[in-house]
């Protein structure tokens, strides 16, 4: 498991925050009632959720394009899905038990481990910086 794994894997979280992005954008009112949300009359709220997944799919492709020389980014893409997962777990519990709400925090807690671990992995593979090592004339 090295840098590929984990550019992968960030770009297929990405992709998934685009898909969060247009279905809060683009499907119908009536379709979040199968989901187990309450009716939904104004829509800017599914919008600005919307945009905020958005603004993450740039986030994560930050991540990807250079995750060892763009460390910071990796740690943010992991640690929004932690945030997300105590987020969507407590709302789950403590204020409505929407099926989806626990799926997706359930969904969140998986990638954000998947990145810390790829991310370790990642790290450990690469070359140690050998300037000033005796022997060394690079």
Known sequence: ???KHLQI?????????????LGLVCMPSSLFQQFG??????????IQGGVF????VMAY????RDPIGNQAMVSFSFRAKFLAT???INYFIFI?????????GL???IMGAAIYWLATQAGKRQPQDTRGVPGDNS
């Open 1 to 3: 498991m090295g840098k």
């Open 9 to 21: 894997f960030l770009y297929l979280v990405a992709l998934h925050s685009f898909a969060v992005f």
């Open 37 to 46: 949300y309450h009716a939904i009359s104004e829509p800017f709220f599914r």
């Open 53 to 56: 997944h958005l603004v993450m």
């Open 61 to 64: 492709l930050a991540a990807a």
């Open 86 to 88: 105590l987020f969507l």
């Open 96 to 104: 409505d038990r929407i099926w989806v709400v626990l799926l997706s």
């Open 107 to 109: 969904g969140d807690f």
